[in-house]
């Protein structure tokens, strides 16, 4: 008898069941009740109109604009985040004068800073970029404290009983030991990119997918606008894919419990 549960299959059709069949009763209650509508679409238009977006590349230019700003932010976040929350966790010093100002800063929403970004740096990629780069800095930094924060004392010891450096200490011991939970954290914060991309370009700035689908709202285009509101769900699902696969790949079994998150 095997022990625990039995790992999830990597791809399983019956999650496809409900999503099909919300389409198909939206379908005939659009059919039935003659929709015409500003705000509501069938799906058969909202396929329609996202066929038509794609083919003349409204959504392919949007989506590329989202994603340069998306994950430019993300490099930024993740750079600065993995570096603060190793120093902050390694250092209790540090920790301790950060603790304040952390609890302070973490809480502030991302989309608060567009009217300070604005102001900065005007319209545009910088703009975005660096409202990603706030909101995907703070799972990096409390993901690598913590993951830095428990590892095994005796591991330190044994470097320092070898002569490590700090940077050797850092390299050889503490980025292996913590490097799972870091890549969950790494995970989240792909997410959070996109998701404060899209809500910033809503809100304010007039490029990519956010942009294109207020754009849509407005011109009363409602098979356009559930379209690429679609088109941002199908995008996250792969990025989260491939984040899992990669999870798998990079740490085996050990990274089931952390995949469930």
């Known amino acids: 008898m095997s022990s625990g549960a039995a790992p999830r299959s990597r791809f399983d059709w019956r999650g496809f069941v409900v ?11 659009a059919v039935v009740t003659h929709l015409q509508s500003d705000s509501l679409a069938a799906p058969s238009e909202i396929l329609v109109a996202g066929i038509e977006a794609l083919m003349d590349g409204t959504v392919l230019r949007a989506t590329r604009d989202t994603l340069i700003m998306a994950l430019s932010g993300l490099a930024i976040g993740v750079a600065v985040g993995l570096f603060l929350g190793l120093l902050l966790g390694l250092s209790r010093i540090a920790d301790r004068l950060m603790e304040f100002s952390i609890e302070a800063f ?19 990629y910088r703009m975005e970029i660096s409202i990603v780069a706030f909101a995907t800095a703070w799972p990096m930094l409390l993901f690598t404290r913590s993951a830095v924060g428990s590892i095994e004392p005796r591991l330190v010891e044994v470097s320092r009983a070898l002569g490590f450096g700090v940077l050797a200490r850092v390299w050889k011991i503490i980025l292996p030991a913590a490097l799972p939970r870091i890549f969950v954290a790494f995970r989240l914060a792909v997410g959070i990119a996109l998701i404060v991309a899209v809500t910033v370009e809503i809100a304010a700035n007039p490029y990519g997918l956010g942009y294109t689908m207020m754009v849509a709202q407005q011109s009363l285009r409602p098979g356009l ?8 769900g199908l995008i996250g699902w792969f990025l989260n894919a491939l984040m899992i696969w990669a999870q798998h790949r990079l740490f085996g079994p050990a990274a089931m419990t952390a995949v469930q998150l």
Do not use: C, D, K, N
């Open 19 to 29: 999503p099909v069949l919300l389409v198909i009763t939206a379908q005939v209650a």
């Open 106 to 124: 973490r809480p502030i929403p991302s989309v608060a800073l567009i009217p300070v970004a604005m102001l900065v740096y005007g319209f545009g």
């Open 225 to 232: 606008m559930f379209a690429i509101l679609i088109w941002i």
